[in-house]
């Protein structure tokens, strides 16, 4: 059983691009959040997401963020027109239904630089 | 003032020596969780805690709900313990969901 699967590892990005950031969880989990960790500063909650379904996007940027978590496939982080600040170290995290966020198993992380 | 305080936020040691790292919480909890992150790498849980102590190997974890506090201890330090611990507290929000909130992460650098 594969652990919760993240690609790519490291993504480079010049301002103005957009970023994909895709999370496979492990083998029977229907939960996944997304944490951002800024150098220097603690990983913060970003989204939690169910199939098909967002459940909260509390610590979503307003702007030009936004996660999905289909049916079928991974779940992606898009961030459209990056810019400096965004560049952080991305963790995903998934759980089965029965435990939630307690129960849940993180990913190795994707870094995104900004040039 | 953060809701999750982590002391100190670097500590090196001498392989050997006993570690403490400790963890102050604002917030009403259900559990307590310490995790491990290598550099450049990914994030392993350690421990969850609601009450007590537990032990794994050379790692012991406590936590004492009525002062909102919890230790991690490191036995018999290793240089493969290098590494940032950090603590994470998980409380419930109005909604009914939990949350996770983390500090700030301790760097262990244990020299050989």
């Known amino acids: 059983n594969a652990g919760v699967m993240q690609n790519p590892r490291h993504l480079v990005r010049r301002r103005g691009q957009e970023a994909r950031l895709r999370c496979s969880p492990m083998k029977g989990h229907s939960h996944v959040y997304w944490y951002r960790q800024l150098p220097e500063e603690g990983l913060k909650f970003m989204v939690y997401l169910q199939k098909e379904n967002i459940i909260d996007e509390s610590g979503m940027p307003k702007e030009r963020f936004s996660a999905e978590f289909p049916k079928e496939g991974p779940s992606i982080l898009r961030i459209q027109q990056v810019v400096r600040g965004d560049s952080a170290a991305y963790f995903c995290?998934?759980?089965?239904?029965?435990?939630?966020?307690?129960?849940?198993?993180f990913g190795q992380g994707t870094r995104l630089t900004v040039v | 003032k953060n809701e999750v305080e982590q002391s100190p936020q670097n500590l090196t040691a001498q392989e050997g020596e006993f570690i403490t790292i400790n963890c102050s919480y604002s917030?009403?909890?259900?559990?307590l969780h310490w995790l491990q992150q290598h550099p450049g790498g990914g994030i392993v849980s350690l421990f969850m805690?609601?009450?007590g102590k537990k032990k794994h190997g050379r790692l012991i974890a406590t936590i004492n709900i009525q002062e909102k506090h919890s230790s991690l201890h490191i036995t018999a330090s290793h240089p493969r313990d290098s590494a940032v611990y950090i603590c994470a507290v998980y409380y419930l929000t109005q909604g009914g969901s939990e949350k996770l909130v983390f500090g700030k992460g301790t760097k262990l650098t244990v020299n050989p």
């Open positions: 995290a998934s759980s089965p239904l029965r435990t939630g966020a307690r129960g849940a198993f």
């Open positions: 917030v009403g909890i259900s559990a």
């Open positions: 805690l609601s009450s």
